[in-house]
């Protein structure tokens, strides 16, 4: 399972150019977008098109060339496979099979993603990719990352952008969202912001609905609970930054970190110092 680029094709890691000299042959999503990355390689392979509507057929002949001795890499048309783009049944039929599957990690737009968001309060994440395109099932879905307690990674289509922001302005404005676009490609763009925002943001100029978009939907705020305690994480944090720093600095700095409301932080505060 090779990753190949998801825009700039020095994405592509060492690794998976002697792989992809090394195998037999080349099982694909689009045969037209593989050929044209084997020819900047200089390879020439036998290719299998293999893609959500004939996976399982195309799996089929993948195995008959392993049972046979054969290697066989397999790429989607961009970024790590079976990553909300065919590749898992593969994987399942041949290791069912008994054979071997092996990963050659490389380009991720939704990791890349992740990696410039610059959530300090997750302590995790969730792979959401594409919601549903309409209807109840996805609100539901919308509803089930809004309320996650970690950042959700979300895949979108240009034409449905607009949608997709409007829709998270609606239901949680405040929240703080990172938009990637068209990562690693020329017209690379990534910006943070309240979701209220972002539907402003994609109008202001037609080019910011082009392209392909990762979303990093950040984690929800720490909130006190009903008898105005603390959560223990934004208190231990307290405790330490009220060690090193100023209280209302203290104070500013935890509310920033935690997204705890700041004045139940300053109240906090004051018992501690005071104990």
């Not at 080349?26 to 990355?37: I, N």
Request: aromatic share 4%.
């Amino acid at each position: 399972m090779v990753a190949t680029p998801i825009g700039n094709l020095a994405d592509l890691t060492l690794r998976a150019i002697h792989v992809l000299g090394l195998v037999d042959a080349v099982a694909c999503e689009d045969t037209r977008v593989s050929a044209g990355l084997l020819r900047h390689l200089g390879l020439d392979k036998p290719l299998i098109a293999l893609h959500r509507h004939n996976e399982a057929e195309a799996g089929a002949r993948v195995l008959q060339r392993l049972v046979a001795g054969q290697r066989v890499a397999y790429v989607s048309d961009a970024g790590t496979p079976a990553v909300s783009d065919p590749g898992a049944a593969l994987v399942a039929q041949v290791a069912a099979a008994g054979q071997r599957v092996m990963p050659i990690p490389g380009a991720s737009s939704a990791l890349a993603a992740l990696s410039v968001a610059g959530d300090v309060r997750s302590p995790g994440f969730g792979f959401v990719g594409f919601l549903p395109a309409r209807g109840a099932t996805r609100a539901a879905a919308l509803h089930a990352l809004l309320q996650a307690p970690v950042a959700q990674l979300l895949f979108e289509a240009p034409h449905r952008i607009a949608v997709l922001a409007d829709e998270l302005a609606a239901a949680a404005p405040q929240r703080t969202l990172t938009l990637c676009r068209e990562l690693t490609k020329q017209f690379e763009t990534v910006v943070t912001l309240p979701a209220v925002q972002l539907p402003p943001w994609l109008a202001a100029d037609a080019n910011r609905q082009r392209g392909e978009f990762v979303l990093v939907l950040h984690a929800p705020p720490a909130v006190a609970d009903a008898d105005g305690a603390l959560p223990s994480s934004a208190e231990a944090m307290l405790r330490v930054l009220l060690r090193e720093l100023p209280l209302k600095q203290a104070v500013a700095l935890a509310a920033e970190l935690s997204g705890t409301p700041r004045n139940a932080l300053y109240a906090a505060a004051l018992l501690l110092k005071d104990s």
